[in-house]
């Protein structure tokens, strides 16, 4: 008999065994080498989650749109640095030479500008900085929804393995049970009732087979997928807990979520960068300053002459450009916009706030919960285990018959899927404490 601690280990050793003695058996030639090239690739759980942030999409595609966001950012940043421009054109004028800027027609012009005091562009600056930061944790949030998806398929693709291998020793027992019946009915000690039950035992454990097996095939399709195996690599999982990072107060855990989830931070972020934006377009109020320099070289076939009483091919200035707003109406409706979208933004990071904590505790009740649920499915399983041992005792005694050992042997196998049910629960509503708390990043680094 097989307790509690002993039975899955030697479960999972059954079934690298099998794969050692398929690659045995393959030893020769041509078999030799196609055994090897469908040998199972042999995951632990964190080399699988490692393997899937090197080969996601969607973190490929949050990289792209951060760098996105930084480079837009710095297109507004660039209007604070040296901007040179080099130019030349060509046109009609009939009057005083000019351009339609008002400047003089030129042959060639060299113009430099650079702001120095512009506090709506400055804000807007900001904005888009903050804005970049909030894309990063667009990126960090991805990254966190890989490990999550990952570990959950990982775990659940180990317990289906499991399952399925108790549903097998199951079916064995099952069709021991039909046949005794069947044995018992024809000797006139059973009724055709009991047969009929057996079957049904028989043909349900045939479709919990089927649908494991189909879900087995599922998930071993998305770790492939994740991982970057190749679509017909065998996958080879084991049996493994999750740290215990999780398992701590129901207030230390609402105080980690509110300072590391990417939700509250990505919040934050937009709540700052409104606050720019509003900073910024208050100091629209005041002038505005720009650092200008203008070369340009000049042609006497503009007919210079006709208008000023000297010519000078070579002409260069240098200086401040100010512009000093006294009624801007534009001005005002800015101010009032940032302000309304500063509002929503607080709103929104008051709500989330409110909603992370309350699912915190939520979620950390349910983790304590689950953790009852598998205290009890153990204890179940340990008395299933406990009755087999005695039964299986009489039976040698000749005081129980096959037929009881075999029930009892499902019992005991409906108690072990239970058991791992109950496990895999506790495990799923682990990770989403951690992803709530922003904790997945220390368990995964």
Do not use: C
Request: charged share 25%.
């Amino acid at each position: 008999m097989q307790n509690e601690t002993t039975a899955p280990r030697n479960h999972w050793t059954m079934y690298l065994l099998t794969w050692s003695l398929a690659l045995v058996v393959g030893a020769g030639g041509g078999t030799a080498l196609r055994a090897q090239e469908a040998a199972p690739a042999a995951l632990t759980l964190k080399r699988a989650v490692e393997l899937a942030l090197q080969n996601s999409r969607d973190i490929q595609l949050a990289k792209i749109q951060a760098s996105l966001a930084q480079r837009a950012a710095y297109i507004t940043k660039a209007e604070f640095m040296p901007n040179l421009y080099a130019g030349s054109g060509l046109g009609y004028t009939n009057g005083i030479p000019e351009t339609p800027g008002g400047r003089a027609p030129s042959i060639f012009s060299i113009t430099y500008r650079q702001q120095v005091l512009n506090q709506p562009l400055k804000g807007q600056a900001r904005e888009l900085q903050e804005q970049v930061q909030s894309q990063t944790l667009m990126l960090e949030d991805a990254r966190n929804s890989v490990i999550q998806r990952t570990a959950m398929a990982y775990l659940e693709l180990a317990k289906v393995r499991h399952s399925l291998e108790l549903l097998r020793k199951e079916q064995a027992s099952a069709q021991q049970i039909q046949d005794v019946t069947r044995q018992r009915q024809a000797e006139g000690l059973e009724l055709p009732v009991e047969v009929t039950k057996a079957q049904l035992t028989s043909a349900r454990i045939e479709q919990r087979i089927l649908q494991l097996e189909g879900r087995q095939d599922e998930l071993e399709v998305f770790l492939r997928a994740q991982i970057g195996l190749a679509a017909e690599q065998p996958i080879e999982v084991t049996a493994e807990e999750l740290p215990a990072e999780a398992e701590q107060e129901g207030q230390n855990l609402v105080a980690l979520a509110l300072e590391n989830n990417t939700g509250i931070r990505q919040a934050e972020a937009d709540r700052r960068a409104k606050e720019f934006r509003l900073k910024g377009e208050k100091g629209g109020r005041w002038p505005t300053v720009e650092l200008v320099s203008v070369y340009s070289v000049l042609g006497k076939f503009n007919n210079y002459l006709d208008f000023f009483k000297t010519f000078q091919r070579n002409n260069f200035n240098f200086g401040l450009q100010m512009q000093i707003p006294i009624f801007s109406a534009r001005t005002k409706a800015n101010i009032d916009l940032a302000k309304v979208n500063l509002e929503a933004a607080k709103a929104t990071v008051s709500n989330k706030r409110a909603e992370l904590s309350a699912d915190v505790r939520l979620r950390t009740h349910r983790l304590r919960e689950l953790d009852a649920a598998k205290e009890v499915a153990r204890l179940e399983l340990q008395l299933a285990q406990q009755n087999l041992s005695v039964l299986q005792a009489q039976f040698t005694e000749g005081r129980a018959n096959l037929r009881e050992v075999e029930k009892a042997r499902l019992e005991e196998n409906e108690k072990w899927m239970q058991y791992l049910d109950a496990n895999f629960q506790r495990q799923q509503a682990q990770l989403e404490l951690l992803r709530a708390t922003g904790q997945l990043a220390k368990v995964f680094p």
